[in-house]
């Protein structure tokens, strides 16, 4: 079992930076994908961005590339989600993923393990 547990959400203006984190328990992390998921109000959740275990690997949704950063340190169980020139479309709760392959996927169904979110509040 691999709890995960976000953290860094709040309120920005937009055109400003976050940067989220995601902590893992368990010994064996860097064998999981992990990934960014995030659900606005009356939206279902969708994939923002993803990394494979060696942190070799990357991708992002359309939306976020070029302005979203993933990335991971397996020697402090975590994984990070720098965010720079925030849009108030990207107000949302985000969510950690965890993946029991080392290969990195865009469909949520693929991740067995899930944060509890961080709710992330772009102004306009």
């Known amino acids: 079992q691999v709890q995960l547990v976000e953290s860094g959400g709040g309120l920005v203006q937009a055109g400003g930076s976050l940067r989220l984190s995601c902590t893992a328990s368990g010994r064996t992390f860097g064998s999981y994908a992990m990934a960014w998921f995030r659900q606005a109000p009356g939206k279902e959740r969708e994939f923002v961005a993803a990394?494979?275990?060696?942190?070799?690997?990357?991708d992002y949704a359309d939306s976020v590339k070029g302005r979203f950063t993933i990335s991971r340190d397996n020697a402090k169980n975590a994984v990070y989600l720098q965010m720079n020139s925030l849009k108030p479309e990207d107000t949302a709760v985000y969510y950690c993923?965890?993946?029991?392959?080392?290969?990195?996927?865009?469909?949520?169904?693929?991740?067995?393990?899930w944060g509890q979110g961080t709710q992330v509040t772009v102004s306009s």
């Open positions: 990394i494979s275990g060696s942190g070799g690997s990357t």
């Open positions: 993923a965890a993946r029991r392959y080392s290969f990195s996927a865009r469909q949520e169904r693929l991740y067995d393990y």
